[in-house]
C-alpha cells in the first residue's frame, strides 16, 4: 500500500496568513493527489485535484503544488472560513489512502 | 447539480449486518463514469475507503473489510447500498456515501451529508 503523510498534523494561524500544508506519499504517484477541506459535523470537500487543478468554485486563494512523493496546498491568505481539518489523499492506486489530516484553527 | 443522501438505522447491534442506502438525485448512476463509494469517518479519527461500485455491478472493497463487506447497486432506484456484517464497536463511525470521478482525474467529487452509526446494546 502508498501510505501518505501529513505536516503539520496541526497548525495555528491568523487570518491573513499564508499557510503551508505538506503530503508525502511512501512512493511516486505521480501527480495523483487530492486535497479535500473538512468542517466540523461536514463532509469533506474537494478542493485540488491532479495536485493542483483548482476545483470548480473553490476560491482562488487555494493552490496545489508537487509531483512524485512531495506535495504542497497553500492557503495564500487565510480567511475565517478556512479553519478546517485538510486532508490529502492518493488516487494513484485503487482505493488511494488519506492522509491523516492537518487542523488548522485560529491562533 | 448531483446531491447523495445516506439513510438507514443509526443504531445496530453488535453481531448484527449494518446496511445503509445511499440515493443519488441530479445525475444517473448508470450514466457512466463513476464509482460509487462508502466511506467512513471514525469519531474524531481520518477517512477510511470501505469500498466501491460501478454501476454494471463491479466492485472493490478495503482488504481490511472485505470479508464482512457487500455493496450494491439498483439502477432503477439511482441507489446504491452497503452492508456490513457482524458488526462490533469498533465500527462505531459516520458512514458516507460519495462519487468518485473517474474520467480523466480520479477525485471524490460530491459527498453525502454522512450518518453517524452506533453498534451498541
Known amino acids: 500500500d502508498i501510505q501518505m503523510t501529513q505536516s503539520p498534523s496541526s497548525l495555528s494561524a491568523s487570518v491573513g496568513d499564508r499557510v503551508t500544508i505538506t503530503c508525502r506519499a511512501s512512493?511516486?504517484?505521480?501527480?495523483?493527489l487530492n486535497w479535500y477541506q473538512q468542517k466540523p459535523g461536514k463532509a469533506p470537500k474537494l478542493l485540488i485535484y491532479?495536485?493542483?487543478s483548482l476545483q470548480s468554485g473553490v476560491p482562488s486563494r487555494f493552490s496545489g503544488s508537487g509531483s512524485g512523493t512531495d506535495f504542497t496546498l497553500t492557503i495564500s491568505s487565510l480567511q475565517p472560513e478556512d479553519f478546517a481539518t485538510y486532508y490529502c489523499?492518493?488516487?494513484?492506486?485503487?482505493?488511494?489512502?488519506f492522509g491523516p489530516g492537518t487542523k488548522v484553527d485560529i491562533k | 447539480q448531483v446531491q447523495l443522501q445516506e439513510s438507514g438505522p443509526g443504531l445496530v447491534k453488535p453481531s448484527q449486518t449494518l446496511s445503509l442506502t445511499c440515493t443519488v438525485s441530479?445525475?444517473?448512476?448508470?450514466?457512466?463514469?463513476?464509482?460509487w463509494s462508502w466511506i467512513r469517518q471514525h469519531p474524531g479519527k481520518g477517512l477510511e475507503w470501505i469500498g466501491y461500485i460501478y454501476y454494471s455491478g463491479s466492485t472493490y472493497y478495503n482488504p481490511s473489510l472485505k470479508s464482512r463487506v457487500t455493496i450494491s447497486v439498483d439502477t432503477s432506484k439511482n441507489q446504491f447500498s452497503l452492508k456490513l456484517s457482524s458488526v462490533t464497536a469498533a465500527d462505531t463511525a459516520v458512514y458516507y456515501c460519495?462519487?468518485?470521478?473517474?474520467?480523466?482525474?480520479?477525485?471524490?467529487?460530491?459527498w453525502g451529508q454522512g450518518t453517524l452509526v452506533t453498534v451498541s446494546s
Open positions: 441530479g445525475g444517473s448512476i448508470s450514466s457512466g463514469g463513476y464509482y
Open positions: 491532479a495536485a493542483s
Open positions: 489523499q492518493q488516487s494513484y492506486s485503487t482505493l488511494g489512502l
Open positions: 512512493q511516486s504517484i505521480s501527480s495523483y
Open positions: 460519495a462519487r468518485v470521478e473517474v474520467r480523466g482525474v480520479i477525485a471524490i467529487d460530491y
